[in-house]
């Protein structure tokens, strides 16, 4: 149980873990313990790709990852250098991430999702000198190297004409170790991993990670019952602060990790009748199509003991659901964080070996509680605090959740003033309302911040409002976020319209949006013409109302008036 003092939460432990990080670059780190687990264990596979069964060992990953570094000395990358990367999944990416990390350069990830216009001005403004994209990048990113003369070279990983294969990097000899020793001492607070992800005001903003926050993420919660070679099913993209830090766990624990470059629901249960994984990494759309798709009725899901997901709160139903078609799962192990903090909070996490017997125990004990978010991550401390008054709260009151703690970011790249408004005496501030039991169990209850999160994927209101009122018939416009139980939120818009264009029809405009954005991004809340935006003394629209009032008129998916 954790201990309350002074209305702030400190995690139940007698020893400091930052003690335990190790005083050594992180990518020496990894390649020690896996040189140490190949000693133990033998040369294994770790990374698979489910589809193409095309692979990397434990032994390959460190020689490629040292081929891979050679070829950036070559091409004279200095530290501090930003070589970005553009993928969903790949057996090679821990390699190349490996690499940039041991030339002392920074691993900047950026997303399919982003418009060509933003992906061009983050490499032009972060000063990348390389580029690692996959096939369905591969046009985009030719395009971007033209715009971008300081972009000196795109690596493919395929055959695209105008990039460079990445099997180029691996064609010669790594250079002796002992290049890769660099003389000043370790530095916690060095910066590794630029990391691009959607924000709350249309910008995405670069947040930097650094050694220390790396290792923070890395022996958070390891599980004791490690088997070499146990098998995992990693289904989300690795380009993502989850996607880094799981895949490096899974090396330090010597998982067998199967990886899906390409997604849809009928494979992820082909995938798991043929590799049969003990553990799968799921976000939400991949524990809904296990609950309700069809094949989930007729699919051998039996090998899976746990899963992992973060990014969003799974409902208790859902829950239910999943254990229900997973006839062998013992732990549903839930994060609650975000990428500036990375883990804040853990489900209660119960080693697989353990008996159903004591996991009933808990259950009739009350201990378990499917709708808390976990318990405090062993290296926080948490509080709860009144967002009018910066009061801070004590058990069972709701306010905005703050954390402190060796994983809070470096700050946001080049953007001082964005860093200070959430980061406050040390405290980060999540923007999330929650509270804390009297037993230390975290609750979330809802997002405060402007940000909409459809089946996990990041949509900013700002974005669609500007295309909405790009419309000519348009004076104002203002995108909310309406809870869906099966989908987190789902995209809804009011606008209002110029004097004179009476005849603009609801569908017409949501049309007009449709063919400049994502999926992600679609109206799946509909739109409807209202009269005023409601907006504060500061001009900020009082998006609060709005989800108020599409609550009180009895709102239905997709309604358009």
């Given at each position: 149980?954790?201990?309350?003092?002074?209305?702030?939460?400190?995690?139940?432990?007698?020893?400091?873990?930052?003690?335990?990080?190790?005083?050594?670059?992180?990518?020496?780190?990894?390649?020690?313990?896996?040189?140490?687990?190949?000693?133990?264990?033998?040369?294994?596979?770790?990374?698979?790709?489910?589809?193409?069964?095309?692979?990397?060992?434990?032994?390959?990953?460190?020689?490629?990852?040292?081929?891979?570094?050679?070829?950036?000395?070559?091409?004279?990358?200095?530290?501090?250098?930003?070589?970005?990367?553009?993928?969903?999944?790949?057996?090679?990416?821990?390699?190349?991430?490996?690499?940039?990390?041991?030339?002392?350069?920074?691993?900047?990830?950026?997303q399919h999702s982003f418009s060509q216009e933003l992906l061009i001005q983050l490499i032009r403004s972060s000063h990348s000198r390389l580029l690692l994209c996959d096939m369905e990048s591969a046009e985009r990113c030719r395009a971007i190297k033209i715009e971008c003369p300081e972009l000196e070279e795109v690596f493919v990983l395929g055959q695209f004409e105008g990039c460079t294969p990445f099997d180029r990097l691996l064609s010669d000899e790594a250079f002796d170790r002992d290049e890769f020793k660099r003389p000043e001492p370790?530095?916690?607070?060095?910066?590794?991993?630029?990391?691009?992800?959607?924000?709350?005001?249309?910008?995405?903003?670069?947040?930097?990670?650094?050694?220390?926050?790396?290792?923070?993420?890395?022996?958070?919660?390891?599980?004791?019952?490690?088997?070499?070679?146990?098998?995992?099913?990693?289904?989300?993209?690795?380009?993502?602060?989850?996607?880094?830090?799981?895949?490096?766990?899974?090396?330090?624990?010597?998982?067998k990790t199967?990886?899906?470059?390409?997604?849809?629901?009928?494979?992820?249960?082909?995938?798991?009748?043929?590799?049969?994984?003990?553990?799968?990494?799921?976000?939400?759309?991949?524990?809904?199509?296990?609950?309700k798709h069809p094949k989930s009725e007729t699919s051998?899901?039996?090998?899976i003991?746990?899963?992992?997901?973060?990014?969003?709160?799974?409902?208790?139903?859902?829950?239910?659901?999943?254990?229900?078609?997973?006839?062998?799962?013992?732990?549903?192990?839930?994060?609650?964080?975000?990428t500036e903090f990375a883990i804040g909070t853990m489900r209660p996490f119960y080693d697989y070996e353990e008996n159903d017997h004591r996991l009933e125990e808990l259950r009739k004990n009350h201990k378990l509680k499917p709708d808390s978010v976990?318990?405090?991550?062993?290296?926080?401390?948490?509080?709860?605090?009144?967002?009018?008054?910066?009061?801070?709260?004590?058990?069972?009151?709701?306010?905005?959740?703050?954390?402190?703690?060796?994983?809070?970011?470096?700050?946001?790249?080049?953007?001082?003033?964005?860093t200070t408004d959430i980061v406050r005496d040390g405290w980060i501030h999540t923007g999330d309302v929650g509270y804390y039991d009297d037993d230390g169990d975290v609750f979330y209850v809802q997002r405060n911040k402007e940000l909409i999160k459809y089946l996990g994927h990041h949509v900013i209101p700002s974005q669609l409002e500007a295309i909405l009122k790009s419309h000519p018939a348009v004076e104002?416009?203002?995108?909310?976020g309406i809870k869906s139980e099966d989908y987190g939120e789902l995209p809804m818009a009011y606008a209002i319209k110029k004097p004179g264009h009476d005849k603009l029809e609801a569908r017409r405009l949501v049309n007009f949006l449709h063919d400049r954005v994502h999926d992600e991004s679609l109206l799946r809340g509909g739109l409807v013409f209202i009269d005023e935006i409601?907006?504060?003394?500061?001009?900020?629209?009082?998006?609060?109302?709005?989800?108020?009032?599409a609550e009180s008129e009895a709102w239905k998916p997709s309604s358009f008036r």
């Open positions: 149980m954790a201990q309350i003092k002074n209305k702030i939460l400190f995690p139940d432990l007698n020893r400091n873990p930052e003690d335990e990080f190790p005083k050594q670059r992180v990518p020496d780190y990894v390649i020690s313990e896996v040189e140490k687990l190949i000693q133990l264990h033998g040369d294994l596979e770790l990374f698979i790709d489910w589809k193409t069964r095309s692979s990397v060992t434990a032994s390959q990953l460190i020689d490629d990852a040292y081929k891979i570094a050679s070829q950036f000395k070559r091409r004279a990358c200095q530290p501090g250098a930003v070589i970005s990367c553009l993928i969903y999944s790949d057996v090679n990416y821990f390699s190349f991430l490996l690499a940039t990390w041991m030339s002392g350069c920074v691993s900047s990830s950026l370790y530095d916690p607070d060095e910066t590794l991993s630029m990391v691009f992800s959607s924000g709350t005001t249309g910008e995405p903003k670069g947040i930097l990670l650094t050694q220390q926050n790396i290792y923070s993420y890395l022996l958070t919660a390891r599980p004791k019952a490690n088997r070499p070679g146990m098998r995992t099913l990693f289904v989300p993209r690795i380009g993502n602060v989850m996607g880094l830090v799981f895949g490096l766990r899974d090396v330090l624990i010597y998982s199967y990886l899906m470059s390409t997604y849809r629901d009928e494979w992820l249960f082909a995938a798991i009748e043929e590799t049969k994984p003990e553990r799968a990494l799921l976000y939400l759309p991949h524990i809904l199509a296990i609950a051998n899901l039996s090998s003991e746990a899963v992992f997901t973060a990014g969003m709160s799974i409902s208790k139903d859902l829950q239910k659901k999943l254990f229900l078609k997973l006839t062998s799962l013992k732990t549903f192990f839930m994060f609650y964080g975000m976990g318990h405090l991550c062993p290296m926080n401390l948490m509080k709860v605090v009144d967002e009018n008054t910066g009061e801070t709260l004590g058990p069972n009151q709701k306010g905005e959740l703050c954390f402190k703690g060796p994983s809070l970011f470096k700050g946001y790249w080049n953007n001082a003033e964005a104002d416009a203002a995108v909310v409601p907006r504060n003394v500061m001009g900020k629209i009082v998006r609060q109302q709005l989800r108020d009032r």
